[in-house]
């Protein structure tokens, strides 16, 4: 643990930051009483994902890469920006 006062931690900041982040505890000083401290924070550390987690749990369908059908199609190049602005009742495009 190294303590330094609030001048040397502003003149040497980068390298208390550089020395907290390496695992070292920096004690900040105001006259010689210590006022805060700087120390490395915990990185979460998550395990590998497993591959395959689902497998067997969902089905793909076969057609899933055709192309939409031509209503569709038309609803995103002609439909409107925001369908709950439309008249239910009104005829589509």
Not at 5 to 23: C, D, F, M, P, V
Not at 50 to 74: C, H, M, Q, S
Request: net charge positive; with cysteine; hydrophobic share 40%.
């Amino acid at each position: 643990m190294t303590t330094v006062n609030i001048h040397e931690a502003k003149t040497h900041l980068s390298r208390y930051i550089e020395q907290a982040a390496a695992g070292k505890e920096i004690i900040i000083a105001k006259a010689g009483k210590p006022i805060a401290r700087w120390c490395p924070l915990e990185s979460k550390v998550l395990p590998p994902r497993k591959l395959g987690l689902l497998a067997g749990r969902l089905k793909v369908p076969d057609n899933f890469d055709d192309p939409l059908p031509e209503d569709i199609l038309d609803l995103f190049y002609n439909g409107p920006i925001f369908p709950s602005e439309v008249n239910p009742t009104s005829e589509r495009r």
